[in-house]
């Protein structure tokens, strides 16, 4: 019989150390060299991260499937976009329900423009185990 990992326990520690980065004694600085033009500025909007936005919503069709002997599957859909003309990221995995560190195909789909629609395929996706396999996607906008 195999072990199972719990993710739960990763996330619980990750948890803590967060808010381990986080906690302080609650008081404000009350430093009077401290000077307002040390304060950091924000940055020019060219120079703004991006922010990841999910999208599951603007997958209009999708297909997954096995190819040859099924040790590789493919993957293909069509993306219709909601919001401002943006790239979208495709990740696609194929493994048992709740598997954790699996591996996974990811596709970046440039400069898809607002209400059109947008096909995309992805091949030789990795198989994460043998029984009970599931394709899942997930679709994600960046800003």
């Known amino acids: 019989m195999r072990a199972r ?6 996330l619980v520690g990750a948890g803590v150390l967060l808010l381990a980065g986080c906690a302080g004694d609650g008081a404000a600085s009350a430093d009077p060299s401290a000077d ?3 304060a950091p500025t924000s940055q020019p909007a060219d120079s703004e991260p991006r922010r990841h936005v999910d999208a599951a919503a603007d997958l209009e069709s999708f297909d997954c499937v ?5 040790t590789r599957w493919r993957a293909a859909g069509v993306l ?3 919001a ?19 591996k996974a195909r990811r596709v970046v789909i440039p400069k898809v423009a607002t209400g059109v629609e947008t096909p995309f395929e992805i091949a030789a996706i990795p198989v994460n185990g043998s029984d009970a396999l599931t394709c899942r996607v997930q679709v994600t906008r960046l800003r």
């Open 5 to 10: 990992r719990s993710g739960f326990g990763v």
């Open 36 to 38: 307002p033009s040390d």
């Open 66 to 70: 096995p190819v040859g002997d099924g």
């Open 80 to 82: 219709v976009n909601s």
């Open 84 to 102: 401002d003309k943006a790239d979208f990221r495709v990740t696609v995995l194929v493994a048992p329900p709740g598997a954790t560190g699996v």
